[in-house]
């Protein structure tokens, strides 16, 4: 083994290592679940068998690999973080196949200490292994390029990245248009559409069929999610939020040289076209969404890390004394992201000391007080299922007051609070004058947003046998 090859071996153990304890310093911080990772972690729980609660909205891979730690919440935490470890190997494969091994380590260095991929990949979320499988799909094509065998992967991980995160089926679209293109034999372009979509089919085919036994047709928890993102949530954005917040996704001076090294050029080159094909089309996607959060574009993340690296190669050689030296601003900006990380860290640990989740104690209480087979209707359905192992109904921000009531005595107990969703006819006020319901008490604090409120229907009102026509996790009676 040559001293170069040492040298990088040991450069990428320790970046990996420094990620991994990144998010590990996080999750030891016991800060909060958000939404979302409790949907996933529940998940994974009712395909482990526990059927108590199922988000039909979530994609189904990153629950099913928390299946063997679906037991504990900070073991599925580790995962996820063990998953974004694997995201950062990737982009060293990734890269280092596109470009050469130097710039495969910078780019990885640049990501391993993104402060916005540390935050959303500590916890349970698709964010951790978004990287992974996008560049998984990246490189089966690329590979294809030399060796056709590689197509036959292509579509295999094109239909594993869609069952990670239904958008990343984009990243296959990209991948084939750019391949056809790129093909040394295009006589075949209709064998090879047929092949990519037969294997891309047969991968997502188990989840095709769950979803007709489950809801009754193939494609209900996609079309659910375009749904879902075509409200007017809190999150829903104008047009122009994803200029004005760029500067969440990376260090400024990463942005600035990013568009230095799109304009080099080598850019259009092979290999390089492939990158700028998929910033194209996932950017125009999630431009034209209306549900726009920073985080949606981690996946152009390490091709805005791997353009900056070739756009500080381009402006340090310039200067002979500069030349090759940009690994040192590499390390400059992976420092100053480890600082920035670090504060972060310091004021949420000192606002997790002062609060206190309410709905987590709630819904253990309630946990304790209850029978197995007890509904509590909440706005906050997928941490009270999680933490109470009870059927739950959603009360949404479309539901009425006339229809809560007239589902009320289908519900044992009732848990509402100041959730992102808020229902603001539903709140403490109505619930306190409703006679079929009995104060039980308020849980949690200090601020609004950590407090809940249960209520317990009282037994006279109850109705015998209630009839659900649809899935007890559901949100509807």
């Given amino acids: 083994m040559s001293v170069t090859r040492k040298k990088t071996i040991i450069i990428l153990a320790l970046l990996l290592i420094v990620a991994f304890l990144v998010r590990v310093t996080f999750i030891s911080l016991d800060l909060i679940p958000w939404w979302d990772s409790l949907e996933y972690a529940s998940n994974a729980r009712f395909f482990a068998g526990t059927h108590i609660y199922f988000s039909s909205l979530r994609p189904p891979l990153l629950s099913f690999l928390m299946i063997p730690f679906h037991t504990s919440l900070k073991l599925m935490e580790v995962s996820n ?18 470009s050469d091994r130097r710039t495969s380590l910078l780019v990885t260095a640049i990501l391993a200490t993104n402060f916005l991929f540390a935050l959303r990949s500590y916890q349970i979320s698709t964010e951790s292994g ?35 995160r239904y958008p990343l089926f984009l990243v296959g679209i990209a991948g084939l248009a750019w391949y056809l293109y790129w093909a040394p034999e295009r006589k075949n372009t ?20 769950c979803n007709q036994i489950m809801f009754g047709f193939p494609i209900y928890s996609m079309l659910e999610g375009i749904w879902v993102f075509s409200q007017t949530y809190p999150m829903f954005q104008s047009w122009n939020y994803y ?96 600082v920035y990380t670090g504060m972060y860290m310091e004021g949420a640990y000192k606002d997790r000391v002062m609060r206190v989740d309410g709905v987590a104690i709630a819904s253990k209480v309630l946990k304790s007080i209850t029978q197995k087979d007890a509904i509590i209707y909440t706005n ?41 969703f808020e229902n603001p006819d539903i709140n403490k006020e109505f619930l306190d004058s409703v006679e079929q319901l009995e104060y039980v008490g308020e849980y949690g604090g200090p601020t609004d947003y950590d407090k809940v409120f249960v209520y317990r229907v009282k037994d006279r009102f109850r109705e015998k046998n209630p009839v659900f026509k649809n899935p007890l996790w559901d949100g509807k009676f």
């Fill in 81 to 98: 973080a063990f998953l974004a470890v694997c995201s950062l190997l990737m982009a060293f494969i990734f890269f280092k196949e596109v």
């Fill in 130 to 164: 978004v990287i992974l499988f996008t560049l998984l799909v990246l490189y089966s094509f690329v590979k294809a390029a030399k060796d056709k065998k590689w197509f036959y992967l292509s579509g295999v991980s094109t239909g594993l990245a869609s069952l990670f």
């Fill in 190 to 209: 209709r064998r090879m559409l047929a092949i990519w979509v037969s294997t891309v089919f047969l991968v997502t085919l188990p989840w095709l069929v």
């Fill in 243 to 338: 200029l004005t917040h760029i500067f969440e996704l990376a260090n400024p001076l990463i942005l600035v040289f990013s568009i230095v090294g799109l304009f080099s050029h080598e850019t259009l080159s092979k290999k390089k076209s492939l990158l700028l094909v998929w910033m194209l089309i996932s950017i125009s996607f999630f431009h034209l969404q209306g549900v726009k959060e920073i985080r949606y574009l981690l996946p152009v993340l390490p091709m805005v890390a791997f353009f900056s690296i070739e756009g500080m190669k381009k402006v340090f050689s310039l200067s002979k004394r500069l030349r090759g030296k940009e690994g040192y601003l590499v390390l400059a900006i992976i420092l100053a992201n480890l």
């Fill in 380 to 420: 906050f359905w997928p941490e009270v299922a999680f933490y109470s192992e009870r059927h739950v109904k959603g009360i949404f921000t479309i539901t009425t007051k006339e229809e809560f009531m007239e589902n009320l005595g289908k519900a044992d107990y009732v848990l509402i609070g100041k959730p992102r």
